[in-house]
């Protein structure tokens, strides 16, 4: 199947070689096939979209399914994994992902739900600390949903909401001009709430940096970790970040619209001060069932449980958690950076001659496995079509000029990377 690219000599010889070397764990995902190009599998890039599915995921689904009719209603209790306190199972290896304890960790929902949901507790603008700050490429939702929370508060989004920007002629924000802000500004900050990994550029935040001087500033500090949960490691306890959200359907493969994780800082738990809006799974499981008017929150971030949890959506989830502890973070990372390095380079050699920017930070330590992409004069659309049909190169646009690609370390492989950068040579002419 392999023939040597004019434009890349022995290159996919020595992707094979690397794949050799260093596999990872495709053998346990379904990679789709391929409608374009030379291979029958596609070389797919977009986990940072939605990850692949993992190959255990359909036959988790099939037992629950085969539970719910064997037993009815009586698998609340007797299910092999009991529903009504299945969200259970899934807090002790969120909270592993994620650096945080038990108490602080619940899956459930989606993401900007419960951004909104820990929004009503730590939005709470008083006085002259109204303000709540984003990066200005947040993603759309995450701007939609601060706008819409200000708004709710009675506030001019326009006003209330700061969009950080990068410096002229730059991508990506420094994590200096964050500080800086925050030191001139602070003090009109209610909440500072940013990306970890930028869904756009790929820049991964210093967290535990920005984190830190935002709570001396005196403001409420949350992430959305999205482009981050599963792709870099997190210590969310030991950062003292205030509260996180992230979605599942990414790096942690566990299907289109997959239930979202929460974590609330312990110093929050238990606060009755704060306001949270409930429902039957916000009350202490063992009175749950007392049929009481008024609730009873436990201690732990379940109190910002709202319902009973979706069981179906569930078990794709804990399919993933388990990949992800047997496999570990750290040693996802540093295949992540072998992958994401290699790619970089060869995306060099296709860049110096071609209308294409990296726009990624090149320093490993500032960006997760994503390298973003800049299309000079072109459309972002069009070119992933092409990569798509005519090579079977799967990456995702944003539009305007943005193509996307992340060599997940879980499945993806060098052979992969080469693909894309064998792809790109082929698709955007040269210059000279
Ligand atoms: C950074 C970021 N925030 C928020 C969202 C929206 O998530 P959801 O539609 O699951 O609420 C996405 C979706 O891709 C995202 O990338």
Redo the contacts with the bound molecule.
């Keep these: 199947m392999d023939t040597e690219s004019p434009g890349f000599g022995g290159a996919e010889a020595e992707a094979r070689t690397l794949d050799a070397a260093d596999p990872g764990h495709r053998h346990l995902f379904l990679v789709p096939p391929a409608e374009g190009g030379r291979y029958p599998e596609v070389a797919y890039l977009a986990g940072n979209?939605l990850g692949l599915q993992p190959r255990a995921t359909r036959e988790e689904l099939l037992a629950d399914l085969d539970a719910w009719r064997r037993l009815g209603v009586e698998g609340h209790l007797e299910a092999e994994r009991p529903w009504l306190p299945y969200h259970e199972v899934l807090t002790a290896p969120a909270a592993r992902l994620v650096g945080a304890r038990p108490a602080e960790t619940v899956v459930m929902n989606?993401?900007?739900?419960n951004l909104h949901l820990l929004m009503v507790s730590f939005y709470r603008p008083a006085g002259e600390r109204t303000r709540i700050v984003i990066e200005d490429t947040a993603?759309p939702?995450?701007s939609y949903a601060v706008r819409s929370q200000a708004r709710f508060h009675g506030l001019d989004p326009d006003t209330a909401v700061v969009r950080l920007r990068p410096r002229p002629g730059e991508d990506t924000l420094r994590t200096q001009d964050v500080l800086d802000f925050l030191a001139a500004e602070g003090h009109t900050v209610a909440l500072l709430l940013l990306?970890g990994v930028n869904?756009l550029t790929g820049e991964l935040m210093d967290i535990p940096a920005i984190t830190a001087a935002g709570r001396a500033a005196g403001a409420l500090v949350g992430w959305?970790l999205?482009?981050a949960a599963g792709n870099v490691p997190l210590a969310l306890h030991d950062w003292d970040v205030d509260f996180a959200a992230w979605?599942s359907y990414k790096y942690l493969n566990s299907g289109p619209?997959a239930l979202?994780g929460v974590f609330v800082h312990e110093r929050h738990l238990g606060d009755p001060a704060l306001p949270r809006f409930e429902g039957w799974w916000s009350t202490d499981a063992t009175t749950r069932f007392e049929m009481t008017p008024v609730s009873r929150p436990p201690a732990t971030v379940e109190a910002w449980q709202i319902s009973n949890p979706p069981i179906f959506a569930m078990g794709p989830v804990r399919t993933s958690l388990e990949l992800f502890d047997s496999v570990g973070m750290p040693a996802l990372r540093e295949r992540s950076l072998r992958l994401t390095g290699y790619l970089e380079r060869l995306l060099d050699e296709v860049t110096t001659d071609r209308p294409l920017t990296v726009v990624t930070p090149r320093d490993p330590a500032r960006r997760g496995c994503q390298l973003s992409v800049r299309i000079g004069g072109g459309s972002a659309n069009e070119l992933t079509k092409r990569l798509r049909h005519e090579h079977g190169v799967i990456a995702d646009a944003r539009e305007p000029d943005i193509v996307r690609f992340a060599p997940v370390p879980l499945y993806s492989t060098y052979h992969d990377c080469w693909r894309v950068a064998d792809a790109l040579a082929a698709t955007v002419e040269a210059t000279r």
């Design positions: 979209s989606s993401l900007t739900v993603f939702s995450d990306g869904y959305d999205a482009h979605c619209g979202g």
